[in-house]
């Protein structure tokens, strides 16, 4: 079977999507498939006009890309089954829509927000017509691939009719996330990052996104350490803070022990979550959040919101919290209680956390990377051969 997949352009500098296009294409490739990636290049993007550098990036992608795929699929000899590997790209759905083609769906946070229905991300005039234009796109798809049932779900919402075919498939765990010794990856880090973290530390892994909650990671943090005994530092691993974030930061009273760390190598990063006391992960929202089931493969305990899909990563394995209120009048209360349950995990026996940590091993393990290709080949082939 031949696939070309349709990915984003590298200009956007994303780093999730080429890794997610990379585990597809390197999986089918192995399974003895023809590969071919189709994404848009950088031609007006070139142009050192930064006040004008997203619109240029449109045109490359709009403008450009399309045409090129057209002459593409004028020349293309061989049946083939086109791959959109992001419901994002959704203007290219209508070019090969009546060809044998499938649509992964990661998350519909962006459309929700244009439409008015998350308040903690309200969307501008022109970001709503946008969304429209990616909305028209995809919805003109028959078969898709969810990355989770609250995606799945969210999608219906969008069709406008039912698909040919709506499937959920939870994307394969990275294998390099596995238990380490706690104190080894400690000490590890101690000597890397030049920060004492003998004794643990607190972790968040995650950008600036306002799904991800990092002002409420530091008000749970500001909370716990106010309220509780023990002072163990927290590790913010991710993009360098937003202004928000640095405003939070310079106000707290334990700023002393908070630390971002940008630019972490891969290796340094499983050193902290193996490393890790708990895992602060209290997201408002996530197009799956696989931080929660990286943590757990290495040995950690997750701390994370009640609501899905974060619930359908963690299962019955994590402690939870709910989810962070929008009115600022209730936030320090609802950090005040998440202190509360971080406290009762930093404070496990030995015996209650290594049964906790067991558990999270185990509940892992139905995110297997070769079931999930596995799974994604059978899809395809079925919609290649109706």
């Known amino acids: 079977?031949?696939?070309?997949?349709?990915?984003h352009p590298s200009f956007l500098g994303s780093q999730s999507m080429p890794r997610f296009v990379n585990m597809l294409a390197e999986g089918m490739e192995a399974r003895g498939h023809k590969i071919e990636v189709w994404s848009p290049e950088a031609f007006f993007t070139n142009i050192p006009l930064k006040k004008l550098k997203k619109w240029l990036g449109y045109m490359d992608q709009y403008l450009v890309f399309p045409r090129q795929v057209r002459q593409k699929l004028k020349q293309q000899q061989e049946k083939v089954l086109y791959v959109v590997a992001d419901n994002a790209l959704g203007p290219y759905v209508p070019l090969i829509a009546d060809r044998p083609h499938v649509i992964h769906c990661h998350d519909f946070l962006a459309q929700r927000s244009a439409l008015g229905q998350i308040p903690e991300n309200m969307t501008s005039a022109s970001g709503q017509?946008?969304?429209?234009?990616i909305r028209n796109g995809y919805t003109r798809g028959k078969n898709f691939i969810s990355v989770s049932e609250k995606t799945r779900t969210d999608l219906a919402d969008f069709l406008p009719v039912s698909p040919r075919r709506s499937?959920?498939?939870?994307?394969?765990?990275n294998p390099a996330y596995q238990q380490a010794s706690p104190l080894e990856s400690r000490l590890a880090l101690t000597g890397k990052l030049g920060i004492e973290l003998k004794d643990g530390f607190l972790l968040h892994v995650g950008g600036?996104?306002?799904?991800?909650?990092?002002l409420g990671v530091i008000a749970i943090y500001n909370q716990w350490r106010e309220r509780y005994t023990l002072a163990l530092p927290l590790l913010l691993i991710g993009a360098a803070p937003s202004a928000a974030l640095k405003e939070a930061y310079e106000q707290s009273a334990y700023k002393?022990?908070?630390h971002f760390l940008t630019g972490i190598d891969d290796a340094t990063v499983r050193q902290a979550y193996s490393g890790a006391t708990v895992f602060l992960f209290p997201s408002i929202a996530e197009g799956f959040g696989w931080p929660i089931a990286e943590a757990m493969a290495s040995g950690t305990l997750v701390l994370?919101?009640?609501e899905n899909p974060m619930l359908e990563v963690a299962g019955d394995a994590a402690f939870l919290i709910p989810k962070k209120p929008f009115e600022k009048a209730l936030l320090?209360?609802?950090?005040?209680?998440?202190?509360?349950?971080?406290n009762r995990v930093v404070e496990l026996d030995e015996t209650a956390r290594n049964e906790a940590?067991?558990?999270?091993?185990a509940h892992v393990e139905k995110f297997k990377a070769a079931d999930a290709l596995d799974t994604i080949e059978r899809i395809y082939t079925e919609i290649f051969n109706d």
């Open 332 to 342: 320090q209360t609802w950090a005040a209680d998440a202190a509360e349950v971080l």
């Open 357 to 361: 940590v067991m558990k999270g091993i």
């Open 129 to 133: 017509k946008y969304q429209a234009y």
């Open 167 to 173: 499937e959920m498939v939870y994307n394969g765990l």
């Open 1 to 7: 079977m031949k696939i070309v997949f349709f990915a």
């Open 208 to 214: 600036n996104q306002w799904y991800k909650n990092r």
């Open 304 to 306: 994370t919101t009640a």
């Open 256 to 258: 002393q022990d908070i």
